[in-house]
């Protein structure tokens, strides 16, 4: 059975930062893409960012590139998501996901909530 779990959300105040982890099991990690994701209330779900089998490629929607930052550590089945000079827009439900292909976002974690004050 996969199970992706998320932690480290919280609140924090606008250019603060917060590091999300996903740890990961029930499946082969260093063969899956990981990748991030986020709902606000009364909004649809938004692709954040995904990271590659090994790290070596990453991609980052608009709305977060140069503020956050993806990465894994296989050994530990884990991907994280760094998030810096957060604003109350980042304001959010997180969750983490799994894809053996990019874009079919198979597994889901339960969502972490972050909440940026202004």
């Known amino acids: 059975q996969v199970k992706l779990v998320e932690s480290g959300g919280g609140l924090v105040q606008t250019g603060g930062s917060l590091r999300l982890s996903c740890a990961a099991s029930?499946?082969?990690?260093?063969?899956?893409?990981m990748g991030w994701f986020r709902q606000a209330p009364g909004k649809e779900r938004e692709f954040i960012t995904r990271i590659s089998w090994r790290g070596g490629n990453t991609y980052y929607a608009d709305s977060v590139k140069g503020r956050f930052t993806i990465s894994r550590d296989n050994a530990k089945n884990t991907v994280y998501l760094q998030m810096n000079s957060l604003k109350p827009e980042d304001t959010a439900v997180y969750y983490c996901?799994?894809?053996?292909?990019?874009?079919?976002?198979?597994?889901w974690g339960q969502g972490t909530q972050v909440t940026v004050s202004s």
């Open positions: 029930g499946l082969t990690f260093n063969s899956v893409f």
């Open positions: 996901a799994a894809a053996q292909i990019i874009g079919n976002w198979r597994y």
